[in-house]
């Protein structure tokens, strides 16, 4: 199992440019979530899916779209890039079973 | 609102000695808190969950308790290795929510 896959590992976006943020899990979850973590700071919840096609707000949705057409897929996009979406984005999916949440690598974003 | 407060000071301790990491919410009653590993650059990585109706939690090396009259959970590393040295993360989940929330995270370097 690859686990939770996230591409790409790092980039660069100008002020008011888009991108799509890919997540993948090859273990067969529902359960997936996108946050987000500032230095020195907690993880943020953007947005979260409790299955293939349903989709839902977390903390901090401003900016950001998600959509989940299959279970293993839940991309993240960035219309109009702004300084303040500069962070680093982590996916994660959940185990429903334990309660367990299974992170992906990271994307490192800077919007300048 | 809910928060979740972690000792955002950095814990420094000889190898072989306990850590102590704390977490301290309010506002809320979680069913559960979990605790994660973060090391530098890479996702965090689950340790330990502990539900409202439980008092403490080992596994290995470690041990979680949970406290709801005090709000309150303690992690402790016994026998702590060089290898311990990372961020802790807790977070905790409401009976009714998919959701997680997350602490800032306490660095822990344990020196040899």
Same mark, same amino acid.
């Given at each position: 199992n690859a686990g939770v896959t996230q591409t790409p590992k790092f980039r660069i976006l100008k002020i008011g440019q888009s991108m799509t943020l890919q997540c993948a899990?090859?273990?067969?979850?529902?359960?997936?979530?996108?946050? @987000?973590?500032?230095p020195g700071m907690g993880l943020k919840l953007i947005y979260y899916s409790v299955g293939a096609g349903i989709t839902d707000k977390g903390e901090v949705p401003n900016g950001y779209n998600v959509s989940r057409s299959t279970t293993e897929?839940?991309?993240? @996009?960035?219309?109009?890039?702004?300084?303040?979406?500069?962070?680093?984005?982590?996916?994660?999916?959940?185990?429903?079973?334990?309660?367990?949440?299974?992170f992906g690598?990271?994307?490192r974003l800077t919007v300048l | 609102s809910q928060?979740?407060?972690?000792?955002?000071e950095a814990l420094n301790i000889q190898e072989g000695k306990t850590a102590t990491l704390t977490c301290n919410y309010t506002n809320y009653s979680p069913a559960?808190?979990?605790?994660?590993?973060?090391?530098?650059?890479?996702g965090p990585v689950f340790l330990l969950l502990i539900r409202e109706n439980e008092k403490?939690? @080992?596994?290995?090396?470690?041990?979680?308790?949970?406290d709801t009259t005090l709000k309150q959970s303690l992690f402790?590393?016994?026998a702590s290795q060089p290898a311990d040295s990372a961020t802790y993360l807790c977070a905790f989940r409401m009976d009714s929510s998919y959701k997680l929330i997350f602490g800032s995270g306490t660095r822990l370097l344990v020196r040899p």
């Open positions: 899990q090859d273990m067969n979850h529902n359960y997936m979530y996108w946050y @987000r973590q500032d897929d839940f991309p993240l @996009r960035l219309e109009l890039a702004a300084p303040s979406q500069t962070s680093v984005y982590f996916c994660a999916s959940k185990d429903r079973t334990t309660d367990t949440q299974y690598p990271g994307t | 928060k979740i407060e972690q000792n955002s559960y808190l979990q605790w994660y590993r973060q090391d530098p650059g890479r403490e939690k @080992r596994k290995e090396r470690l041990k979680v308790t949970f402790h590393i016994t």
